[in-house]
């Protein structure tokens, strides 16, 4: 009889095999690092356009404008985040980093006495954190303190005590975390509306410094004359009306919003002026008192 002859490769031995593949393809190839850094700039392209919609949106909300009807794109909302780029959110985004840092480290390393005492002791940071937000209105405009407290010391429970052993399970590993992030969100929400606060209002109260708006028209505009200083140019002129002692708020897809320079945010109207053929608008420097006086006695 003759022998059976196998039909296909030869098989390897198992310890010739390649490591086996998931179903989602090669997690140590170049592709699921393709996929890791489009994961991360996805989330973080999305954390600045909410933290930029908060921004944008409390800063007109000063002026009684919605944002909403200005048609910005996803890239303005995302820049406006930066806004927020000052040195209290700096300093606080870098404890939180060293804080997120120092939990989830896997190495075998000594355990410090501060990270034990931190494993020990975090509960009294996040009853803290909750005594600021029982005091949030009086220790604005920092309220925001308040949530980063409780965020930082959940974070905080996640160290490794005295003898190297850290948290597991769901109610000791998982819902800290998870309620850390959500406190971490809510002091960056209040940030956001905070600071597009106080931009809105440092901006309002420098209203002659603002970028000039010089308009032109060939038929008059129902602007107030007594803030507003109106000229009537010779008629042979293609646009004989001229508007001047005007200031620009803000301008999006050829829509001016101009204000007189002795405007206030609370009471007095926004003018919307449409760039057209029948109405031409420039821009001029505002009005900057150190830098005038500063030339005429240079000039003397």
């Known amino acids: 009889m003759s022998e059976p002859c196998a039909h296909g490769t030869e098989q390897r031995p198992p310890s010739a095999q390649e490591p086996p593949r998931q179903a989602g393809g090669d997690l140590y190839g170049p ?19 909410y933290i930029g919609a908060i921004y944008t949106s409390t800063y007109y909300d000063y002026f009684h404008l919605h944002w909403g009807s200005m048609n910005l794109g996803f890239s303005q909302i995302a820049l406006e985040s930066l ?17 997120l840092c120092v939990p989830w480290s896997r190495r075998p390393r000594h355990v410090t006495r501060f990270e034990a005492a931190a494993a020990r002791w975090y509960p009294l940071l996040v009853v803290a954190g909750i005594v600021l937000l029982a ?4 220790i604005q405009p920092y309220g925001w303190i308040g ?8 974070l905080l429970s ?14 000791r ?7 850390a992030g959500v406190f971490l969100f809510w002091t960056v929400t209040n940030v956001a509306w905070q600071q597009g606060r106080q931009d809105a ?16 028209s060939t038929k008059p505009l129902s602007l107030p004359t007594d803030s507003v200083r109106e000229e009537k140019l010779p008629d042979n002129r293609l646009h004989p009306y001229r508007y001047s002692d005007l200031r620009l708020l803000t301008e999006h897809d050829g829509r001016y919003y101009v204000v007189p320079r002795n405007w206030n945010a609370q009471v007095d109207e926004i003018y919307v002026i449409r760039e057209s053929e029948a109405t031409w608008i420039a821009l001029t420097p505002g009005t900057q008192p150190r830098l005038t006086d500063s030339r005429s006695r240079g000039g003397r």
């Open 31 to 49: 592709s699921a690092l393709v996929k890791i850094v489009v994961a991360q700039g996805t989330f973080i392209a999305a954390l600045m356009f």
């Open 83 to 99: 806004n927020l780029l000052n040195l209290d959110i700096m300093v606080a985004a870098g404890c939180v980093f060293l804080l």
């Open 135 to 138: 005091l949030w209105q009086e």
């Open 147 to 154: 949530p980063l407290t409780i965020a930082v010391g959940l």
């Open 158 to 171: 996640q160290c490794r005590d005295a003898e190297g052993r850290r948290p597991r399970g769901f109610r």
């Open 173 to 179: 590993q998982a819902v800290p975390v998870f309620a």
């Open 201 to 216: 209002r440092a901006h309002a109260a420098a209203v002659t410094n603002w970028t000039g708006v010089l308009v032109l």
